[in-house]
């Protein structure tokens, strides 16, 4: 065999070895821990007191949220990471959807928070301006050929807020209740989440469970994925209409359909063999470690 051809194929073999040893390097560092896609929040946001398990008042809505087929005109921020409507719920302890209670539940982060040292619990309705804006084209994108206009956004927060019985670390994450008229959506964002061995359940539910959604690793212990994944293709963002009547126990039929960008939804053997991300997916670290030894091999024998 011609030696310059087998110096150029050795050089290209190389280069590929390269790319990746450098696909596996970025594997391994996990999530990113920059903050997720979160909404505007702080500057006059009305802050809930500081309190274990504790709930905001009742927040009268400026519009009713149609919550699949029901016009809510109230709703509660509970400090354990969900909301509710009718009353408020200081659970602590997690059910897992689909729970078949009594009551409808949003819950972007359903685990034992505790703001009383450190940590922010906040919340704000909008009208008009830049975040509906933002909400418009974001529902847009994730929903096409709605034509959709937003009228209304509710943003409750949790910044910084720790653990029960773990001050000092920190999970910040958001829901995001957008309508116009009888049309309706949630968004959860995540940013940083500390790692925590408690149960979490992070999704939707309704009364009998006749809707709900549970997030993928929702349940799985010492889990912080939900920063950096999503079923819109934007990391850390998880998007839902909720206003439909007309779906039954199976969650995911309420999800966005892919669009251009190719959103995608990510399940546990997404997450056990890939990351997912805003970029897309990355292969896992043992499936570019195995590449990366065939091609060493290669050369070798070459």
């Known amino acids: 065999?011609?030696?310059?051809?087998?110096?150029?194929?050795?050089?290209?073999?190389?280069?590929?070895?390269?790319?990746?040893?450098?696909?596996?390097?970025?594997?391994?560092?996990?999530?990113?821990?920059?903050?997720?896609?979160?909404?505007?929040?702080?500057?006059?946001?009305?802050?809930?007191?500081?309190?274990?398990?504790?709930?905001?008042?009742?927040?009268?809505?400026?519009?009713?949220?149609?919550?699949?087929?029901?016009?809510?005109?109230?709703?509660?921020?509970?400090?354990?990471?969900?909301?509710?409507?009718?009353?408020?719920?200081?659970?602590?302890?997690?059910?897992?959807?689909?729970?078949?209670?009594?009551?409808?539940?949003?819950?972007?982060?359903?685990?034992?928070?505790?703001?009383?040292?450190?940590?922010?619990?906040?919340?704000?309705?909008?009208?008009?301006?830049?975040?509906?804006?933002?909400?418009?084209?974001?529902?847009?994108?994730?929903?096409?050929?709605?034509?959709?206009?937003?009228?209304?956004?509710?943003?409750?927060?949790?910044?910084?807020?720790?653990?029960?019985?773990?001050?000092?670390?920190?999970?910040?994450?958001?829901?995001?209740?957008?309508?116009?008229g009888q049309s309706s959506f949630i968004l959860m964002n995540y940013g940083e989440i500390a790692p925590t061995t408690q149960n979490i359940q992070a999704g939707y539910d309704t009364v009998n469970s006749i809707h709900y959604f549970s997030i993928p690793r929702s349940f799985q212990s010492n889990d912080t994925t939900f920063s950096y994944t999503s079923n819109v293709n934007v990391t850390g963002r998880w998007a839902f209409q909720t206003n439909a009547t007309t779906s039954t126990t199976d969650g995911p039929s309420t999800t966005p359909a892919p669009t251009s960008d190719d959103p995608f939804a990510v399940d546990d053997s997404c997450i056990d063999s890939i990351f997912c991300n805003g970029q897309g997916l990355t292969g896992s670290v043992y499936m570019l470690s195995t590449l990366l030894i065939l091609v060493f091999l290669t050369i070798l024998n070459n």
Not at 54 to 63: E, F, M, W, Y
Not at 98 to 111: G, M, N, Q, V, Y
């Open 1 to 180: 065999m011609d030696k310059e051809f087998v110096t150029m194929r050795n050089q290209m073999m190389l280069f590929v070895l390269f790319l990746l040893m450098t696909a596996t390097a970025s594997t391994t560092d996990g999530p990113s821990t920059t903050p997720g896609p979160l909404y505007p929040f702080g500057a006059g946001d009305t802050v809930s007191y500081r309190s274990d398990d504790g709930s905001s008042p009742p927040i009268t809505l400026q519009q009713p949220f149609v919550y699949f087929g029901k016009p809510y005109q109230q709703i509660y921020v509970n400090h354990n990471g969900h909301l509710t409507f009718n009353e408020a719920f200081s659970s602590f302890i997690p059910h897992r959807f689909p729970a078949f209670s009594t009551r409808d539940l949003i819950a972007p982060f359903w685990t034992d928070l505790d703001n009383r040292r450190n940590g922010t619990i906040s919340y704000r309705q909008y009208t008009s301006g830049s975040v509906l804006q933002q909400a418009t084209q974001d529902i847009n994108q994730y929903f096409p050929n709605l034509g959709f206009s937003v009228n209304w956004v509710f943003i409750a927060t949790w910044d910084k807020v720790a653990y029960y019985n773990n001050f000092g670390t920190e999970i910040t994450f958001q829901v995001v209740l957008i309508a116009a």
